[in-house]
């Protein structure tokens, strides 16, 4: 563990170091060459989504009006399943003028 952090620490310390006019001219031609055969990046196309008022993303879409109540009836029903028939609870619900 000490070796590895060791090894690190003198990455580290290296990386830091100014780098000689060589080093630069070698870096510098080695994004030249690398950057020429690489293509730019074009943006992807943007498709554009015309929506109708009516759509809302609910369905059926429809006012039920300002006084309107939510009516629900809730009971139990069996479920047949592969690991045995359970009970679950269902609930229906409707809008009625209130």
Request: charge should be positive; include cysteine; glycine fraction near 8%.
């Given at each position: 563990?000490?070796?590895?952090?060791?090894?690190?620490?003198?990455?580290?310390?290296l990386?830091?170091?100014?780098?000689?006019?060589?080093?630069?001219?070698?870096?510098?031609?080695?994004?030249?060459?690398?950057?020429?055969?690489?293509?730019?990046?074009?943006?992807?196309?943007?498709?554009r989504?015309?929506?109708?008022?009516?759509?809302?993303?609910?369905?059926?879409?429809?006012?039920?009006?300002?006084?309107?109540?939510?009516?629900?009836?809730?009971?139990?029903?069996?479920?047949?399943?592969?690991?045995?028939t359970v009970?679950?609870?269902?609930?229906?619900?409707?809008?009625?003028?209130?």
């Amino acid at each position: 563990m000490r070796i590895m952090m060791a090894a690190l620490g003198l990455a580290v310390a290296l990386g830091g170091l100014p780098m000689t006019d060589t080093a630069r001219a070698q870096t510098a031609m080695q994004v030249a060459q690398s950057g020429d055969s690489v293509q730019p990046r074009r943006a992807r196309p943007r498709v554009r989504i015309y929506r109708t008022p009516d759509e809302r993303g609910v369905y059926p879409s429809y006012n039920p009006g300002p006084n309107a109540v939510r009516d629900c009836t809730a009971n139990l029903v069996q479920e047949y399943r592969p690991s045995g028939t359970v009970i679950v609870p269902r609930m229906n619900c409707y809008w009625r003028r209130g």
